[in-house]
């Protein structure tokens, strides 16, 4: 059974890793228990909207990239990243650029 919980915990941890920030510091900026915020990393605990946001502020990480790098983990354990990926072309269509002058063209 996939856990929300846990991979939030992996997402926040990830974060906080990757900022150099230890759980202490994290845990004290965003006014949470050091050993609660240590359980929720380890997905051990839920945590609230108020909490989630307090420590993607003590991250300096928007929730919304919290929550998108959540979705997107999600998604690949449930093998259905391939149908929320947004297919965007690598190109511009020459009918679109036509109206705009040769200067947005594609040069070869």
């Avoid at 759980?23 to 929720?40: F, I, M, N, Q």
């Amino acid at each position: 059974m996939l856990l929300i919980r846990q991979e939030l915990g992996d997402v926040l941890r990830d974060f906080r890793q990757q900022r150099g920030h230890t759980l202490r510091k994290v845990a004290g900026d965003a006014s949470v228990a050091l050993g609660y915020l240590s359980e929720v990393e380890r997905g051990q605990k839920e945590v609230s909207s108020e909490i989630l946001g307090s420590v993607a502020e003590a991250l300096e990480v928007p929730l919304s990239v919290i929550m998108g790098e959540l979705s997107q983990r999600l998604a690949v354990l449930e093998g259905v990243e391939s149908q929320l990926s947004p297919k965007v072309p690598d190109t511009v269509p020459t009918e679109l650029v036509a109206d705009y002058g040769s200067e947005y063209a594609l040069r070869a």
